[in-house]
């Protein structure tokens, strides 16, 4: 099988297996997990920020971000396509009690004239705006890369009105390989930053969040609240100090096949490639080619190639650490022949 749902599929390698038999372990609830702390001093040290949290996942992270932050009945603004707003079953609203604010972006970068029209005034009416969130890279615009100076100009409209600024950074290391910017720069204009390690990244399991000493000392709080208060997980630790040492570069492979995927599908007639493809995802838009996203995805899944429906007349593809450059070259061929035919 050639698995191109996700870059979460990945299984760990040996390396990752054999740091996780050797990960020397404590209770973490304690703090007393070296592994543990050296993953958190790392991942604060990379993205230049005073503290990091390992929690189980990007979800938890983000919503975790979204507790300390923000009070019951106060308002967030994000783009209208975040995975915050879109696939994480209204756990904003379920746990902070908020209600969320949307802005179309292009690309996933929100307008920053537009951000700062939607901040809330005074009016007893409204509600009070908690929080900006930004996702980079993009998902569902295709892994695009928000910009650095979007970034920048949204992290001033929310300074001046004394707003936090939230990065949903699921896949912020491939915005950082793909635009040659050092993660830091991308942290610099946010308070608080949520990566995954499960990703392109290829640990098995966890994201990092980051901020100030007191936005993690509160951040802990709400892991324990939530249950996310683990023990001796080191052994979950040491995939993830692996990924940050040796697969961040990686990624730039991963980029260089979604390259080459989509060349060689949008030279097949009745294929469009929707997005500008800046790191691993590919949007395919099949509306001519006359079959269903459902018999599309189905009919690859025949031929040994699995793929996701995203959305009306769209497939996505996403390349990741179990995908060879030979790999492309076949998906190519098939996905040719069943549009052919
Ligand atoms: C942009 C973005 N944010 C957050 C998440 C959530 O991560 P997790 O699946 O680890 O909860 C994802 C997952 O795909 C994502 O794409």
Known sequence: MIDLRSDTVTKPDERMRKAMYEAEVGDDVYGEDPTVNKLEEMAAALLGKEDALFVTSGTQGNQIAGLVHCLPGQEVIMESQAHIFLYEAAALSAFSGVQIKTID????????????????????????????????????????????????????????????????????????VASKTPIKEFAKYTDSVQFCLSKGLGAPVGSIIAGSSEFITHARKWRKRLGGGLRQVGVLAAPGIIALEENIVRLQNDHANAKHLAEGLQAIEGLTIKNSVDTNIILVDISNCGLSTDAFVHQLKNHDILTGAFGPNTIRFVTNNGICEEDIGTVVVKVKKIVKA
């Not at 007893?124 to 890279?137: A, S």
């Not at 949204?154 to 912020?172: C, E, F, S, T, W």
């Open 105 to 176: 972006g292009e690309n996933g970068a929100m307008n920053p004239a537009e951000v700062e029209a939607a901040v809330r005034g005074e009016d007893i009416h409204q509600p009070e705006t908690g929080l900006i969130c930004i996702e980079n890279t993009h998902n569902k615009a295709g892994g695009a890369v928000v910009p650095l100076e979007n970034m920048e100009a949204i992290y001033q409209v929310a300074k001046q009105n004394d707003i936090p600024v939230h990065l949903d950074g699921a896949r912020l290391f491939n915005a950082s």
